[in-house]
């Protein structure tokens, strides 16, 4: 796997070994960053991070901070080991997303853009896109990107967001809420 787009552009990101982690396909980052544009300064909140993929892509494209946070050891060290193979900076945090994500709404922290590719048809979908949306997690104009199988369902709005874009990749969907026709978090 490699980063696609950026100051990184090209290359290669460890992933954990075993089956337990499923990265988002380039094609798939691909679209979303195309989607998004311009990353410069974003804060940027990688849920069921995996390999840090997504929030790597965002620093190598401008971000300004990630937060990647999953609940198991073995994908913690491979973010830290990809960040700090590629010498960039980011925020692990070992934790449930749900209360990862419960703890920085506590402490104020908001996100431009929140991404996250919690495993499919287990009902985290739906419980994720309330928590991030519903929780104040989002800045005034922050984007939520969510993946999930093309079978699961999600509610057409989530808090103050609604479903901007619905795109089928394969048996993935790629689904982004904002708070109106611009999918692009507001630059900094």
Do not use: W
Not at 9 to 30: D, F, H, M, S, Y
Not at 50 to 67: M, P, Q
Not at 132 to 157: N, Q
Request: net charge positive.
């Amino acid at each position: 796997m490699r980063v696609i787009a950026g100051t990184l552009r090209g290359r290669t990101l460890k992933a954990p070994k075993g089956l337990a982690t499923r990265p988002v396909l380039a094609r798939v980052r691909e679209a979303l960053f195309s989607m998004l544009g311009d990353m410069s300064g974003a804060r940027v909140l990688d849920l069921f991070a995996g390999t840090g993929a997504i929030g790597i892509e965002a620093l190598s494209r401008g971000a300004g901070s990630a937060v990647f946070v999953d609940s198991a050891a073995e994908p913690c060290r491979t973010i830290r080991a990809n960040l700090d193979a590629l010498g960039v900076e980011g925020e692990v945090v070992r934790a449930d997303v749900f209360r990862a994500v419960e703890r920085l709404v506590r402490g104020g922290r908001t996100f431009d853009f929140v991404f996250a590719d919690p495993p499919y048809e287990q009902g985290y979908a739906g419980k994720t896109l309330e928590a991030v949306c519903g929780g104040g997690l989002l800045a005034p104009r922050g984007v939520m990107a969510i993946t999930l199988r093309k079978t699961e369902e999600l509610s057409s709005c989530a808090g103050d967001r609604t479903l901007q874009v619905d795109r089928r990749y394969g048996d993935t969907r790629l689904v982004l809420y904002g708070t109106g026709k611009e999918v692009r978090p507001a630059s900094r």
